[in-house]
Each structure stands twice: as C-alpha cells, then as structure tokens.
C-alpha cells in the first residue's frame, strides 16, 4: 500500500514548503535565512512553534497573526501546500528510485525561482547553478541517449537567444533557465516544457487583454509559467511527446 508513504511525502513537503516561504521572503531583501526566528511582519513579535505547523496554523489563526490579528497572507498556506502536492506528485509518479530524488529537488528549485520571478523579475544564478548539478546528477541515471540530452539544452535556450538578441524580448534568466532545464530533460520533455509554458502564459496574457488588467507586470513574466512547464515535462514530458507522435502518424 503505497498511501502512507504519499501521506509522508506531503508532510515533508509542507515542513520544507514553510522553509521556502523563509527563502522566497528573506533572500531578495539580503536578510539571513538561517538566524532570525519567524516573526509578524506587522507587529515584529516572534511567531510561537505551534503557531508554525504548515498549513494547518493558517486555518487555525484564521488568516490573522495571533498578537496583532494583522491578515497573513494567503500565500503561505498556497506555497506549503504547493510543495506538497508538487513533492507527493513526484513519488506517485517515480516511486522509490533516484528520479524522485532529482524530481523533489527540482521541484523545489523551480518552486523557488517562480516565486522570487514573481516578486522581482529575476531569476538568481545560485538556483540556475543548482538545477544544473541536478543536470549532471541526471545524465547519470537518465535512459536517454546522451545526444538527447545536449540538444535538449539548445533547441529552445538557441532560438531564444536569437530572439533575445534581435528584440531584447526576453530576459537572460529565462534563457539560461530553459538551457539548463533542457540539459536535465532531454529535448522532448524540453519542447513539452515551452509548449506548456507558451500555453500558460498565452492564455493568462489573454486573460489580462480582456480584463485590461495591463499593469500587473507580474503575471506576464515568463519565467513562472517555465517553471510548471519543466516540472510536468519532467513527470511526464516523454510520454506526452510520444502519444503525440503517435496520434499523428
Ligand atoms: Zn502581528
């Protein structure tokens, strides 16, 4: 029975979702990860451990800090409960093998990534350079033939750059990010990623057309929709490429 170990994943994942909201909030401001205790933004009182269980204090506290019933945002509970899913996702699919291994890191990267992109529209070398260890960790263990992995990292990062280079429509970070991810991938799950991605971010850019919400600069920053992008391509990119070319041939 594989349930209790999925229930385990997804506590795991809502103990290290918590750690990323830490990571997501302090690191752009350059403010220690590892020394200060949690603290209410608004009042600056330190947050007591059994207020600190993921997910479940939010509901508990009902959205309030407990001191000065300043609103939580919301987002803590989401990226908890993202890293979960995204982590119980990953042992469902790959089960007990090294893949999850690479899978549950990756995860966490990408969750990361997106979540600064969002708030400052940059994405940090120091990630980029994780994900590519990851890389290499996979060319260890990938079934794929080297040379799928090597085209994998050009075949979107290359027109990319020569759009980029022509328009300047594009932000390096996302380049770098697909090269990378296209070297761990392989180039089916790669073009599965854009396609993805393109699909994302293409239908929330029409969204925004409609409403004529323009100003929120945020949501058009393609770097987020890239993130879940590779991280389905990286459960179930091959496949889907496969039942692709099958369906038309
Ligand atoms: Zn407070």
Redesign the pocket.
Known sequence: MQLPYLITIFVFGAIFGSFFNVVILRLPKKESIIHHSSH??????SIKAYDLIPIVSYFILGGK??????AISFRYPLIETLTAVSFTLVYYVYGYTYFSVIGILLASLLIIIAMIDIDTMEIYDRFQIMILVLAFGMLLISPLPLLDHLIGFFIISLPFYLIAYLTGGIGGGDIKLIAIAGLLLGFKATLIAFFIASLLGGSVAIYLLITKQKNRKSLIAFGPYLCVGIYFAYLYGNQIFDWYLNFFS
């Open positions: 209410c933004p608004n009042c600056q009182v800090c407990r001191n000065c019933k300043q």
